[in-house]
């Protein structure tokens, strides 16, 4: 088993930066790539940006490419969700995720953390 643990949201205006934090412990032999997926109110999980563990790909959604950056530090088990130039249509609850695969196939992500919600003010 990995255990995820997310922190870094709240609240911020248009315009605003926020860093997340994802520690991964447990199993982190068993997993490849860490990502961050987001879920706004009445809409479906997206994905939003994803890492190796080794190598460093990085595959980032449309939507936040430019403002958005995903880093990793190996020795601390921890992924990095840099977030500028938010905007309200960030709204929504941000999840991390690890997989066994390549961080941009978003069907593999089978661990999860608990969330954490940004919200985005205008």
């Known amino acids: 088993q990995v255990q995820l643990a997310e922190s870094g949201g709240g609240l911020v205006q248009a315009g605003g930066s926020l860093r997340l934090s994802c520690a991964a412990s447990g199993r982190t032999s068993s997993t490849d790539a860490m990502g961050w997926f987001r879920q706004a109110p009445g809409k479906d999980r997206e994905f939003v940006a994803g890492i190796n563990w080794i190598g460093g790909s990085i595959t980032y959604a449309d939507s936040v490419k430019g403002r958005f950056t995903i880093s990793r530090d190996n020795a601390k088990y921890t992924v990095y969700l840099q977030m500028n130039s938010l905007r309200p249509e960030d709204t929504a609850v941000y999840y991390c995720?690890?997989?066994?695969?390549?961080?941009?196939?978003?069907?593999?992500?089978?661990?999860w953390g608990q969330g954490t919600q940004v919200t985005v003010s205008s």
């Open positions: 995720a690890a997989s066994p695969s390549h961080p941009a196939y978003t069907s593999r992500y089978n661990y």
